[in-house]
T-cell receptor, first 113, second 112 residues
Framework: KAGVTQTPRYLIKTRGQQVTLSCSPISGHRSVSWYQQTPGQGLQFLFEYFSETQRNKGNFPGRFSGRQFSNSRSEMNVSTLELGDSALYLC????????????FGPGTRLTVT | GQQVMQIPQYQHVQEGEDFTTYCNSSTTLSNIQWYKQRPGGHPVFLIQLVKSGEVKKQKRLTFQFGEAKKNSSLHITATQTTDVGTYFCAGRTQGGSEKLVFGKGMKLTVNP
């Protein structure tokens, strides 16, 4: 079974721009979660989608948004990029039930200059 | 909000040594998960603990969930260089939104 894939793997943007990241979960997985990973803050939860509905949301500003499509693929968007948004963005999928293990993708390394 | 603290944040051991790392939650958890992230890699699921006082072993790794379901520990016996990486615990909150909250991780380095 193919793992979680994320595109692009690397991205360089300038302040004020917006960016869209994509995540394809493991086949059959209906839940997709997004995390921001930085050296100082560890893994911070952004949001979780299940069956195209946002099920949970972390404490990030409204510039961070996401969505999930009917095939469970998910995208996250960050508008008006700031330098502090530079991070590794990880997507994780799970079968769906709460409490199940998550399978992480390789991440998208975003650098904002 | 709910917090999950891991101690220590950094651990350097000599190959062959044993050590324990801890994970503490400010609230009672429904379950706790442990992940390992190798340098340059992504987190990989290791194990999940659900029951109060539960103990699970994976080869040289022993995981324990506290009686009050607010803390957990990971004990590694006879550390090897392949154990290098960052270990994260992640606690699932009870009721309500049931978020999975990650600790900041414990970075392990091993001196061969």
């Amino acid at each position: 079974k193919a793992g979680v894939t994320q595109t692009p793997r690397y991205l360089i943007k300038t302040r004020g721009q917006q960016v869209t990241l994509s995540c394809s979960p493991i086949s059959g997985h209906r839940s997709v979660s997004w995390y921001q990973q930085t050296p100082g803050q560890g893994l911070q939860f952004l949001f979780e989608y299940f069956s195209e509905t946002q099920r949970n949301k972390g404490n990030f500003p409204g510039r961070f948004s996401g969505r999930q499509f009917s095939n469970s693929r998910s995208e996250m968007n960050v508008s008006t990029l700031e330098l502090g948004d530079s991070a590794l963005y990880l997507c994780a999928s799970s079968f769906g039930g709460r409490g199940l293990e998550q399978y992480f993708g390789p991440g998208t390394r975003l650098t904002v200059t | 909000g709910q917090q999950v603290m891991q101690i220590p944040q950094y651990q350097h051991v000599q190959e062959g040594e044993d050590f324990t790392t801890y994970c503490n939650s400010s609230t009672t958890l429904s379950n706790i998960q442990w992940y390992k992230q190798r340098p340059g890699g992504h987190p990989v699921f290791l194990i999940q603990l659900v029951k109060s006082g539960e103990v699970k072993k994976q080869k040289r790794l022993t995981f324990q969930f506290g009686e009050a379901k607010k803390n957990s520990s990971l004990h590694i016996t006879a550390t090897q260089t392949t154990d290098v990486g960052t270990y994260f615990c992640a606690g699932r909150t009870q009721g309500g939104s049931e978020k999975l909250v990650f600790g900041k991780g414990m970075k392990l380095t091993v001196n061969p």
